[in-house]
């Protein structure tokens, strides 16, 4: 049956974002519920490195990687097709698959008391004569006091918010099992190649296995017939490093993950307050970085704590005006009943 209650928050979309905001708020008392289109766990398009901004957020949601058995980054290197550098991590980064790592997140979220609702498409929503959130799903309406846009790079149409902006590159993804030879070159490092038209990324995740993902320009694919196979042996023609990662290696999926209009260098700029709008975006839904630069995962993270912090802002602003306003009483009165509030009060806002 469904819920009738208006909760403080819906979140749309289940994956890193929404889980972690969903995690913030159900742990202070909101009600919230996520609505997650995919009925199950599923891989997404990710270069599924944790760099370190990430890892204390992760922390925070009670996220162990050692018992979800992320592999440990030391390094990155960069294979063009004139050089080759390696760099050492200040400190470890980790490496995780979106599959598992999603999926304990959104855990969490329910662990912590948030609703979750899976397989549940948001088509539109619009506001009732009380400034109620009317959402409508592909199973009926839900009602909130605030949304929290958690869609990743996908956009719902009623937002309308990013049009225009998709650029020319097409991502790929594929996990894979490599040799025994290129486990030992890759070591414990995040790899990034270079060719014309693009990059791509290779790192180890749970389990031994490898993530390799890479985006190119839409023309170049087409002139290379529309095909994967075809593009990608040609950019290991052109970029022999990344020829020898995966020379054998194993394929483990029956097809290859891709995505095409990618809105890279969107960032949200609101012409009204988010807190008049009671509309929240966050991670893709707030700003889109380049692929694989370790960072999109942390502004997920940071983008969900920030928008929780903002949300539950204006009750401490509440708290602290009364504090104040009783502090002054007590200053005021011909014999304060507490001493401390006389050097309280500059403190206070």
């Given at each position: 049956?469904?819920?009738?209650?208006?909760?403080?928050?819906?979140?749309?979309?289940?994956?890193?974002?929404?889980?972690?905001?969903?995690?913030?708020?159900?742990?202070?008392?909101?009600?919230?519920?996520?609505?997650?289109?995919?009925?199950?766990?599923?891989?997404?398009?990710?270069?599924?490195?944790?760099?370190?901004?990430?890892?204390?957020?992760?922390?925070?949601?009670?996220?162990?990687?050692?018992a979800l058995k992320a592999s440990s980054l030391n390094a990155f290197s960069f294979y063009s097709t004139h050089f080759n550098s390696r760099n050492l991590f200040d400190a470890p980064a980790r490496g995780l698959s979106r599959y598992v790592l999603d999926e304990a997140c959104l855990e969490k979220a329910g662990q912590a008391g948030c609703l979750i609702f899976r397989g549940e498409q948001a088509e539109s929503y619009e506001k009732d004569s009380s400034q109620t959130f009317l959402l409508k799903t592909s199973r009926g309406i839900l009602k909130a006091k605030t949304l929290f846009l958690a869609t990743g790079k996908h956009e719902l149409k009623k937002m309308?918010?990013?049009?225009?902006?998709?650029?020319?590159?097409?991502?790929?993804?594929?996990?894979?099992?490599?040799?025994?030879?290129?486990?030992?070159?890759?070591?414990?490092?995040i790899a990034l190649f270079f060719f014309k038209g693009g990059y791509g990324g290779l790192c180890k995740i749970e389990n031994q296995i490898a993530n390799f993902c890479f985006i190119i320009d839409k023309k170049r694919f087409r002139n290379l017939e529309n095909s994967y196979e075809t593009t990608l042996s040609s950019l290991q023609k052109e970029n022999p490093s990344l020829g020898e990662f995966l020379k054998n290696a194993s394929p483990l999926w029956p097809k290859v993950l891709a995505m095409s209009g990618i809105p890279y260098g969107y960032l949200f700029r609101a012409k009204v307050s988010t807190q008049e709008t009671g509309i929240y975006p966050l991670g893709d839904q707030f700003a889109v970085i380049p692929s694989l630069t370790g960072s999109g995962m942390a502004i997920a993270l940071y983008t969900a704590r920030k928008a929780f912090t903002r949300l539950a802002r204006p009750l401490h602003i509440i708290i602290k005006i009364k504090m104040r306003e009783s502090l002054l009483?007590?200053?005021?009165?011909?014999?304060?009943?507490?001493?401390?509030?006389?050097?309280?009060?500059?403190?206070?806002?």
């Open positions: 049956m469904r819920p009738q209650q208006i909760f403080d928050v819906l979140v749309i979309g289940g994956g890193l974002a929404g889980s972690a905001a969903s995690f913030h708020l159900a742990s202070h008392g909101y009600s919230v519920a996520i609505v997650e289109r995919e009925a199950q766990a599923h891989h997404k398009i990710c270069g599924e490195f944790l760099s370190q901004e990430t890892l204390p957020y992760l922390k925070e949601l009670g996220i162990d990687l050692d309308n918010i990013r049009q225009g902006l998709e650029s020319s590159a097409i991502g790929f993804k594929m996990h894979c099992h490599l040799t025994e030879e290129a486990q030992k070159k890759l070591k414990q490092d009483m007590q200053t005021n009165a011909s014999k304060p009943s507490n001493p401390a509030c006389t050097w309280l009060i500059p403190f206070m806002p």
